[in-house]
């Protein structure tokens, strides 16, 4: 049982197999935290103290003690209105437009299985194991307000799992001010707090600094999870390392807007927190309504921030991810856009495709360009007819002449936006959201559809079936392209529920998308990485990673996303040089190897204009990428080195059971007959003996792992190498 209750001292206890998450509830009612941490027996409600805090808000329901305060005590669900002044996880108003609750324990119940949360993404368990789920319910009798808080335990991934759902019980309105999903709070410690932050082509960078008192947060207010900030966040000890250290992390399931912060508060005690974001967000519950606090994914990991990522990789790739594609090789691909931008023939793509399968690739995407009057990116968007004249036929005989070269045929979208010069803008002015009698603020020159709305929900998913349903369509590339500024929809008049209401819709048309097409391969982009989260992974297995294809530049990107994702999620491709977005030139054969170490491998140049040379590379590296690519799906990724910081890029994927393992190393930065370079591997089986497959040597584990390979000395910038140890078993 993963779940222990003790009902004698209202104890909850949630194991995994090596983690202790527990809780009880106080004389009070109050839901108290006691422990987030290595695997323990017993209760640790010794751990919260009681001395004389009189100098904050004392117990409402017992105001002569003393030593009581909610705002001290470590709580599950901290809210605002009882005397806990932190940042909380929930503020209300009711019908006369008073602040304030008082939530206690009402009941709970324990069932088998993992909760799953209506119109939102949530992690699952398809495995007959221990998977269990925790339901406590806390409430406010004088306003009418429950709060169901769910507890998901996965033991296998050391994973436990947290939503909320505020119910309004009574008769009158209560407004929800803010709602976040979950916090922990620790009684002490000194922590650093990491965060993956950056712009349009340099996503998800690592920063790690000391949390220090105040409240330092970061989130997103564009209507989408962003570039910028990533809804992810670990809280480490100031000294944890890659394999040393205490670590914990929060990761929200869920693509718009979020807050996440770390208080340290009067007396050093820490609360970190996540969930949805308070701006631009009001959301009224009548009578009888609910709202549902997206989901949180925490793990915590006693041996550092690999442990910890571990953990995440496996949860995403087998408790997220779903469908058929979750367990498949993906198809190596080439793309039109680098290598046509929007003006590409039919013919081309055809011609494209030829030589997409002559180099041993398996797909062709046809990326933006092909509907409407699609020339440029000032128009069209909305208008999802295929344009027959550019093709030089239909869609279906497109894809015919692209299957016959011997590939299949994937096709991009951007089913959220519409622009101003459309048929469907013209039509239906209103389905964008914009203020009335305001200019709307234009991103790409387009405005996106208000997705709360189930007749333009309804639109979008006939047009895209229409599309989907002329031919042999196997992959499709879903793209946001801005963030959402005018938040204004016709259909309410409570437009700080837009939003909100926004992504249950968007979730409501992926569902039925996956539903309806299981076989499909979907991947998602937002101008790259801009909505890259947990919450889009429970549709669709992978992300186009960023618009920065540059090698160099895509091991950070690559790198800070590991921290939180799997690689195999990461869409990556290799580009022409000098790249597009930096100028930078990175050898064929690095680009290469960085590329193919994300799940969504493939090409994103005019394979037309290659050199014999840089052919018959690729040829190699797309067998090359057929024989690592299930160690990249399912195996354990290991940041090697650091490539903000390091001179060398080096990584590593093991297998889970040590039998084989691939080193690659990048030098990224060369010095002439410099110093030598040590790639030191982690991972294999202590004691055992590795065979080096290029070179047949066979090396011991143990001082592999010790003292390393070195690299070659004469080391040119973006050399790279691929070591492939396979166990010698005996
Ligand atoms: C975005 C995507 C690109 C490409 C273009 C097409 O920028 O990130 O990969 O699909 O849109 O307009």
């Given at each position: 049982m993963s779940i222990r209750i003790d009902d004698a001292t209202r104890t909850f206890t949630l194991h995994t197999r090596n983690t202790t998450y527990q809780m009880h509830v106080d004389e009070y009612g109050y839901l108290l935290h006691l422990y987030y941490g290595t695997r323990s027996e017993g209760t640790m409600d010794y751990l919260p103290t009681y001395a004389d805090r009189s100098g904050c808000c004392a117990c409402p329901h017992d105001v002569a003690n003393r030593t009581y305060s909610l705002d001290v005590l470590p709580q599950e669900f901290p809210f605002q209105g009882n005397g806990d002044l932190r940042s909380t996880l929930l503020q209300v108003r009711d019908g006369e437009g008073v602040f304030g609750c008082d939530l206690r324990y009402v009941r709970h119940e324990m069932r088998d299985g993992k909760y799953a949360l209506p119109g939102l993404p949530a992690a699952y368990s398809d495995a007959a194991d221990d998977t269990q789920t925790l339901s406590v319910t806390l409430a406010d009798e004088r306003i009418g307000l429950e709060v169901e808080l769910l507890f998901g335990v996965l033991p296998d991934v050391d994973v436990i799992t947290r939503a909320a759902i505020v119910k309004n019980v009574g008769t009158g309105r209560i407004t929800v001010e803010k709602l976040q999903t979950a916090c922990l709070d620790f009684v002490h410690g000194s922590f650093d707090v990491i965060t993956f932050n950056g712009q349009h082509c340099m996503e998800r960078k690592p920063s790690r600094q000391h949390v220090l008192p105040g409240s330092f947060s970061v989130g997103s207010r564009r209507g989408q999870s962003s570039h910028q900030y990533n809804p992810f966040m670990?809280?480490?000890?100031?000294?944890?390392?890659?394999?040393?250290?205490?670590?914990?992390?929060?990761?929200?399931?869920?693509?718009?807007?979020?807050?996440?912060?770390?208080?340290?508060?009067?007396?050093?005690?820490?609360?970190?927190?996540?969930?949805?974001?308070?701006?631009?967000?009001?959301?009224?519950?009548?009578?009888?309504?609910?709202?549902?606090?997206?989901?949180?994914?925490?793990?915590?990991?006693?041996?550092?921030?690999?442990?910890?990522?571990?953990?995440?990789?496996?949860?995403?790739?087998?408790?997220?991810?779903?469908?058929?594609?979750?367990?498949?090789?993906?198809?190596?691909?080439v793309n039109s856009w680098e290598a046509h931008y929007f003006n590409f023939t039919g013919d081309e793509l055809v011609r494209l495709a030829e030589k997409a399968a002559d180099l041993g690739m398996d797909m062709l995407v046809m990326d933006d360009g092909w509907f409407g009057e699609r020339h440029d990116d000032f128009r069209s968007l909305g208008d999802w007819t295929v344009n027959e004249e550019k093709l030089g036929g239909t869609l279906g005989q497109l894809i015919e002449r692209i299957n016959a070269a011997g590939v299949k045929f994937g096709i991009w979208v951007e089913p959220e936006m519409v622009n101003e010069n459309s048929d469907l803008y013209r039509a239906h002015p209103d389905w964008a959201l914009a203020v009335p009698g305001k200019a709307p603020a234009l991103g790409r020159d387009q405005l996106v559809l208000d997705?709360?709305?189930?007749?333009?929900?309804?639109?979008?998913?006939?047009?895209?079936?229409?599309?989907?349903?002329?031919?042999?369509?196997?992959?499709?590339?879903?793209?946001?392209?801005?963030?959402?500024?005018?938040?204004?929809?016709?259909?309410?008049?409570?437009?700080?529920?837009?939003?909100?209401?926004?992504?249950?819709?968007l979730y409501d048309v992926l569902e039925r998308l996956v539903q309806r097409y299981p076989h499909l391969l979907i991947e998602g982009c937002a101008a790259g990485g801009g909505r890259f989260d947990a919450g889009w992974f429970h549709y669709a297995p992978q992300f186009w990673t960023s618009d920065n294809t540059d090698g160099h530049d895509r091991m950070t990107i690559q790198y800070g996303s590991?921290?939180?994702?799997?690689?195999?999620?990461?869409?990556?491709?290799?580009?022409?040089?000098?790249?597009?977005?930096?100028?930078?030139?990175?050898?064929?054969?690095?680009?290469?190897?960085?590329?193919?170490?994300?799940?969504?491998?493939?090409?994103?140049?005019?394979?037309?204009?290659?050199?014999?040379?840089?052919?018959?590379?690729?040829?190699?590296?797309?067998?090359?990428?057929?024989?690592?690519?299930?160690?990249?799906?399912?195996?354990?990724?290991?940041?090697?080195?650091?490539?903000?910081?390091?001179?060398?890029?080096?990584?590593?994927?093991?297998?889970?059971?040590?039998?084989?393992?691939?080193?690659?190393?990048?030098i990224a930065k060369a010095e002439g007959y410099g110093e030598a370079r040590y790639v030191v591997p982690r991972g294999l089986t202590p004691g055992a003996l590795y065979r080096e497959v290029n070179s047949d040597r066979v090396y011991a584990a143990n001082a592999l792992m010790d003292m390393g390979l070195p690299l070659p000395v004469s080391s040119a910038l973006y050399m790279s190498r691929s070591y492939r140890f396979v166990r010698v078993d005996e």
């Open positions: 670990i809280l480490c000890d100031r000294d944890a390392t890659e394999t040393a250290g205490r670590a914990w992390s929060m990761t929200f399931v869920y693509s718009g807007n979020f807050k996440a912060e770390v208080e340290q508060t009067q007396y050093q005690q820490i609360r970190m927190q996540m969930g949805l974001s308070d701006e631009l967000f009001s959301y009224p519950l009548e009578g009888g309504e609910q709202l549902v606090a997206p989901e949180i994914i925490m793990t915590y990991s006693n041996a550092g921030l690999e442990r910890l990522s571990h953990n995440l990789h496996r949860c995403i790739r087998k408790n997220v991810c779903r469908g058929e594609w979750r367990d498949a090789p993906r198809p190596v691909l997705f709360s709305r189930a007749e333009v929900r309804k639109n979008i998913f006939d047009q895209l079936c229409a599309v989907l349903d002329q031919g042999n369509i196997e992959y499709l590339k879903w793209d946001f392209n801005r963030s959402i500024v005018d938040i204004y929809s016709h259909a309410t008049a409570d437009q700080g529920r837009v939003v909100y209401d926004y992504y249950l819709g590991s921290f939180g994702y799997p690689c195999s999620v990461m869409g990556a491709h290799v580009s022409a040089c000098p790249n597009e977005v930096n100028g930078r030139t990175v050898s064929l054969s690095a680009r290469g190897l960085i590329a193919m170490s994300g799940g969504g491998f493939g090409y994103e140049l005019d394979l037309l204009e290659l050199p014999e040379r840089a052919c018959e590379i690729i040829r190699n590296q797309v067998q090359q990428f057929r024989d690592m690519e299930r160690l990249v799906r399912e195996g354990l990724y290991y940041r090697l080195s650091n490539p903000m910081t390091d001179d060398v890029y080096m990584w590593e994927f093991a297998a889970e059971d040590g039998s084989e393992a691939i080193v690659n190393s990048v």
